[in-house]
């Protein structure tokens, strides 16, 4: 599909991203590239890809780049590649927030490289080189943000990458995306930190008991404040407006709830007790749980 | 271990239970009984126990006696069962909560009666008498929370009996396992139903997006704010303190928190989103992942 594909970034998603692409033979040539050494060293032994310790080197030639490093990195990053990117080339990322990126990025980059960025819907509380595997993306949806006027071909192509590593593909407006994914996904990770956070600092409950009686409920938002640390912090510095926006009514909603608890109001508790649980018969049924 | 053992309400633990003492065959008999013909009728039809369709006979003779239903249908069953209650027999359950359960059912006690209140921690987001399996309470820990004056000999069996089910045991305060709880499942139990009400009711993201995308941590919530809405609502009626205690630290640390974020006080979240990956590993080690 391609001839050559790098890698910026060689943790969770840019390693699945390599054993995606090996899995289905998508590339004849894959580099990687990461800002720690340890990592290349790292992602060379297990031979995830052909390692280049300069970024600009690991870009030339090559018809597809995909950023996989935190959205933080992404300005620095751009500025480094963008004289080295080959015309005609597809600039693509999985970053978590959209309109950043392309503020980030786009100012960078010369014509006739087509950049489209992209969001894998996929993940796991582990990091690093070895935690990739190829089918991480089965299943799971990419949303692709193209920014106004970018190459049809172009986003074909890409749309077909993601489909060929087995994901199902849809196309958003990027603002949009921030929002949704506040929701989804940049949210509930906040809540699961802050909870966590919670705990830790309880002082009548001791940190023994939290974790001997975690199995109540509380383990399920441990494994997700177990993520990357600089990732999310990278996502929440980058999607503030649909963080707070999401954050606005979730604080709303959870006071109504509280005052149900306090008022013993239980025809409002099992009102919205019942209601949610129908949403979780619709992820099931949509093969997401 | 047991003679006859009676198990009223024949939901997820009520019918795990009875899978339990199956495995290791710790009765003679097993007698069960639910408020629901149903779910009499379908524990019958899969040989759960001998299934009687009056608490006060599903009682008699019986050496331990387990309420299993939700805490707010306690008081009710408890002074229907109380007259028919042998002299020496353990009458225990199996709520999230205990110290209203000792309000609610300790006034009806006959002398000779040991109540002592436990409560597993274990569970999935499935209800009813047909999602039970024997293993669920494995390597889980089940608190007993003896009243004062409580028989030594009683608590020593039934502490042998938890043990004989897989669960380690550990005896508490009843006014200190709500708080514990409170903090390890109430209150993530309550943050969930209100994080999938807020995405259900946002009008800018369709219920459609939510379930497509829901793979971005969402989706863990919706496994949560999908338990049974009958037990979770009587444990909110029935904790109400040590919930409202919890939820006021957790809204103080998500002030603090959503202040970072606006900030874009980066170093912040960095350190709380590193201290909580920490929690997660010792979660894993003590095998409660």
Not at 65 to 72: A, D, E, Q, R
């Amino acid at each position: 599909m391609f001839k050559h594909v790098t890698l910026i970034g060689l943790g969770l998603i840019g390693s699945s991203l390599a054993h995606a692409v090996k899995r289905r033979n998508l590339a004849e040539r894959i580099t990687g590239y990461d800002v720690s050494e340890n990592v290349r060293k790292r992602a060379a032994e297990i031979e995830l890809a052909a390692i280049s310790s300069d970024p600009g080197d690991a870009v030339k030639d090559a018809d597809l780049v995909i950023l996989c490093s935190p959205v933080g990195s992404y300005k620095e990053l751009a500025a480094a590649i963008a004289p080295h990117l080959k015309s005609g080339a597809i600039l693509s990322d999985v970053g978590s927030v959209k309109s950043a990126v392309i503020r980030d990025v786009a100012p960078f980059l010369p014509k006739g490289v087509h950049f489209l960025p992209a969001h894998p819907i996929a993940g796991t509380e582990q990091s690093g080189p070895d935690a990739g595997f190829a089918s991480l993306f089965d299943h799971r949806w990419c949303i692709i943000t193209p920014p106004a006027g970018a190459d049809a071909g172009a986003l074909a192509k890409l749309r077909q990458f993601w489909e060929a590593c087995g994901s199902q593909v849809e196309v958003m407006d990027p603002a949009h995306h921030d929002l949704v994914l506040a929701m989804t996904s940049h949210v509930p990770h906040l809540i699961a930190y802050n909870i966590v956070g919670t705990a830790h600092d309880l002082e009548k409950v001791t940190e023994g008991e939290v974790i001997k009686f975690s199995a109540g409920g509380f383990r399920d938002f441990t494994r997700i404040a177990a993520s990357d640390p600089i990732m999310w912090r990278d996502v929440f510095l980058n999607n503030r407006e649909a963080v707070l926006e999401v954050l606005g009514r979730f604080n709303e909603d959870l006071s109504l709830l509280q005052r149900a608890v306090r008022d013993g109001n239980g025809d409002a508790l099992l009102e919205l007790f019942t209601r949610t649980r129908a949403i979780r018969r619709s992820i099931i049924e949509a093969k997401q749980a």
